[in-house]
């Protein structure tokens, strides 16, 4: 099936067009057509999401950006024969054209955008349209979700609301092939069940059982802020801009060999040594908590004021190292407690580098249990893993899925939706 998917529950604009065959449990995947934009540079100056700006930039860039993933050179074409009867029934067009007006009724630019896309284009080669529902920022969400809405109605094409959440964990199901080869597709993997899913990204740090592909319990859950959040927050104390995950993991990497060095050589003196809590590592339940985290990093850096370099490498190595060592040891004690076959990491933290070698030290303690990270631009938010996820459900219960309404209230935007049903 060819499924478009849209994602805009944060600072990123998402847009991809996938065909999707064979078995469920490892589908063929192939990027027809994709566009990406991360704003996060415009949130800088504001030193996190700032979501009036995320909405807005939504807004502006999601029909350039369909345009360009359906550029593809298959999906539109103004040729009478990708053209339905329906959409040249010019009766018909402008009371679909009334609808889609009042689902983007808030939404200016992005209704005056999508009105002349739709007038100008004709029908896509589509077979359902797959969009984010939530978790997320609502004012962000809201925005792809009229847009999928607009578009589902416009053409006559089912609507797959998908949780953010079960795409990242889903993202594992398909391997850029570049990372063999030169080759741009991506390959599918065959997913193990059960699974135990640990998820780190901007908003959740949870752990979850998967005793089948779609059946989802979450079995921890942080008690306040989450690990990337805590990245953020961090590399904020650092000066350093957003988003800080990134920025804090090349200043620790740095340190890495440079410090094994030193411990294998000399021994550090205890003022040179900064050390942070491992909240709860020792609880006995899977819940995390960052916040405490945090809070030690801000009143050690409010002390060591002003900071070196060097030290400012100390302080990311060490936040690394502590908010990561909590997130295996927890992960460590599900996988000895439920002995799943597959363990899948999702999330935008799993972009670094240190928790994927943690990760893969810990894999070799389980040989009876799989590891499945996302790879390359598949890890941070991205439409891809949203398109895979809503193909996966589509695909599972066709009849459950249908044209969207004008009604709002028909599958809202939800910031807090939860993976469990
Ligand atoms: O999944 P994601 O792209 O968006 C959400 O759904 O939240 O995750 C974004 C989070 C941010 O907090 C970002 O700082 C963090 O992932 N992140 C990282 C790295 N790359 C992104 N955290 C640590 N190390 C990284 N290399
Ligand atoms: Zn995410």
């Not at 962000?140 to 609507?159: E, H």
């Not at 990134?246 to 410090?259: D, G, N, V």
């Not at 810990?362 to 398109?387: C, R, Y």
């Amino acid at each position: 099936m060819k499924i478009l998917a849209i994602e805009t529950s944060c600072d990123e604009t998402a847009v991809a067009v996938l065909d999707i065959s064979g078995d469920l449990g490892a589908p063929k995947v192939s990027v027809l057509g994709e566009a990406l934009y991360s704003q996060a540079e415009k949130h800088a100056e504001f030193g996190g999401v700032y979501p009036n700006l995320a909405k807005r930039e939504h807004q502006q860039n999601l029909v350039p950006m369909l345009r360009e993933a359906l550029g593809g050179g298959f999906a539109i074409s103004n040729d009478e024969s990708l053209i339905s009867k329906q959409d040249t029934n010019s009766r018909i067009q402008k009371e679909k054209i009334e609808m889609v007006e009042t689902i983007l009724v808030r939404e200016d630019v992005l209704r005056e955008q999508t009105v002349s896309f739709l007038k100008e284009v004709g029908m896509p080669d589509i077979d359902a349209i797959a969009v984010t529902q939530g978790p997320g920022l609502e004012p962000a969400l809201w925005v792809g979700l009229n847009f999928a809405k607009a578009l589902s109605l416009a053409w006559g094409i089912p609507l797959v609301p998908v949780n953010h959440m079960e795409g990242h964990i889903l993202s594992v199901l398909v391997q850029n092939r570049k990372e063999i080869s030169n080759d741009e597709s991506l390959i599918s993997r065959q997913l193990e069940f059960p699974a135990i899913a640990l998820l780190v990204s901007g908003g959740h740090t949870q752990l979850v059982h998967a005793p089948e592909l779609g059946t989802y319990t979450i079995i921890g859950d942080t008690r306040d802020d989450a690990v990337g959040e805590a990245f953020d927050k961090v590399a904020r104390l650092l000066d350093l801009p957003y988003p800080g995950g990134p920025q804090i993991s090349s200043l620790a990497e740095k340190t890495r060999p440079e410090h094994s060095h030193i411990l294998e050589n000399t021994r550090m003196t205890d003022t040179e040594k900064v050390s942070f809590p491992r909240p709860m590592i020792n609880s006995n339940d899977y819940d995390f908590s960052y916040s405490g985290l945090k809070t030690a990093v801000r009143y050690f850096v409010e002390q060591r004021q002003p900071l070196s370099d060097e030290l400012k490498m100390e302080i990311a190595r060490e936040f690394e190292d502590a908010a990561i060592e909590v997130l295996i040891t927890k992960t460590r004690r599900a996988l000895a407690e439920f002995t799943p076959k597959a363990l899948i990491v999702g999330g935008g933290v799993i972009a670094n580098k240190h928790l994927r070698s943690e990760l893969e030290k810990l894999i070799a303690e389980f040989p009876d249990i799989t590891l499945h990270l996302p790879t390359g631009k598949l890890a941070t938010d991205n439409a891809v893993m949203i398109g895979i996820a809503g193909a996966l459900h589509y695909q599972k219960h066709p009849q459950e899925f249908t044209v969207a309404t004008a009604d709002p209230t028909t599958i809202p935007a939800h910031g807090g939706l939860s993976l469990e049903k």
